[in-house]
C-alpha cells in the first residue's frame, strides 16, 4: 500500500506491507533530494506533460513557450476554479492533480516492481474553513487518485500522520502538540500520546487553517515586489477622467503562484494592456512592462524562487536584497525582517488563532501542552514558530524532519490498514 503526502510546494510517497513500513522512495533525480518531488506540473506547447525539477527544466529549455502550474492543491476547495487552458484543451482540476499523482504512482511501482492500487493520501486538518468547501476538496482529491490509478483510498489529516512519527521517540505519556506548518495549510493536532503510540479516542482535537508559508509569500510580495510591476499605478480609461488604482485582481494574482500559474493569460494581458495605454504617470510604464513580461513570458517561477529565497534569507539576517535576475523583469530590491514581520502580522495572527482554537475543542489551556512537534519547511520561519511557542509556556519544543515525518507517519498508517 503506497502512502502519498501531496503537498502545496512538495510531494513525497513511502510505502508499506501488513508487517513493514517503507522508506519514502525517490522520485526525482534531479533534485537535491530525490525523495522530495516538487509540485510542479509542466506541459510543453506539444503537451508533453513533465513534473518536479524536470518540469522547471523543461519549461527553461522550450524558451518558456509551455504552461507551469504550481501550488495547484490550493485549488482543491475553490468552486471557481473547474478548469484551465492547456494548449488547446481544457482540463479540470482532477485532471490535472490526477496526473501528478499517476506520475508518482507509475514511477512508485517501477520502484517496488509491482502493481499497486491502494493508497493512503495525506490532507489538511482543514482545506477550508467551511465544511462544504472542505468535503468538496477530499471529494476532488479522491476523483484524482481514481484518475491516477488508484481504486482502494483512505485519508489521513497530515498532523495526524506526523503523530504516528513522533510517538517511537516518547519515553512517558505526555500531551503532544504538532504543528505541520507547510505551503498552503497550518494543521494541529493534540494528542495524548505514549511510546506505543495512540489510539482514535487519543486525538483531543484536528484543527487548521489554509494560511501557511505561500501566504507569507503572498505579503512580502504585495509590499516588496508588487511596486515594481506598477501596483500603485493610476490609469484613465478610454474617453474617461476619473484616475482609477491599478484592479486589486491583479495585484492579488502577483502575491498567488496557484492563482498566477493557471490565470486566463490573454485576459489579464488584456487588462494590463487597458492600464499601460492610460497610464497617468509615465514612469510607471516600465513597471507595468515588467508585469507583462511576466505574464507574457510565464515568468512567475523566477518571482516566487526569488520571494522564497528572500524569505528564507530574512530568516537568518535583518537585511538582504531580492533579486529577480530575469532580464525581462530584473528587479533588485531591499528586503527587511522588519518589513516581513509587519507584511505577515496578519497571517501570523490567523496561525496562532488557528492554533488557540484547536486547544479550545480540546478543552485545554496553552499550559496542558508538554511537548509541541514541528514539522513543515514553513516550521523553519522564526517569526511563525516563535508565535506558535511563546503561546505554550509549558511545552518542550521537538523539530521533526521537516519535510518527511508527515510521509513517514501516512506510511505507518498504511501498514495499520494494509494489517486489517
Known sequence: MFAIDFGTSNSLLAAASADHVFDPIPLDDGARDATILQTALYFSPEQRAEFGSRAIRA???DGFRGRLIRSIKRHLPSRTF?????GSRQATLE???????????????????VDVRRVVLGRPARFSN???????AEERLAAAARLAGFEDISFCPEPVAAAYDFAEDLTEPRVVLVADLGGGTSDFTIVRMKREGFEARDVLAVGGVPVAGDAIDGALVRTA?????????????PFGKNELDMPLLLV???????????????????????????LVDREDRPRLERFVALVEDGLGFSLYEAVEATKRRLSDVDETVLDIPEPSLAVNAK???????RSSERQVQAIVGSLDKTLEVAGLAPGDVDIVCLTGGTSKMPLVTSAITSRLPNAGVRRMRSFHSVVVGLARRARE????
Do not use: W
Open 417 to 420: 490498514l494494509a494489517a486489517a
Open 82 to 86: 473547474t478548469k484551465t487552458t492547456i
Open 252 to 278: 492579488e494574482l502577483l502575491a498567488s503562484p496557484a492563482d498566477l500559474t493557471v490565470a486566463d493569460r490573454g485576459r489579464v494581458l488584456s487588462l494590463l494592456e487597458n492600464i499601460r495605454s492610460g
Open 95 to 113: 485532471d490535472l492533480i490526477g496526473a501528478f499523482l499517476r506520475a508518482m504512482r507509475e514511477r512508485a511501482c517501477a520502484h517496488f516492481e
Open 225 to 237: 515586489v508588487a511596486p515594481h510591476f506598477g501596483s500603485r499605478a493610476r490609469y484613465r480609461m
Open 335 to 341: 528586503a527587511t525582517r522588519a518589513e516581513l514581520e
Open 59 to 61: 519549461l527553461v529549455e
Open 130 to 136: 467551511d465544511p462544504d468547501d472542505d468535503q468538496l
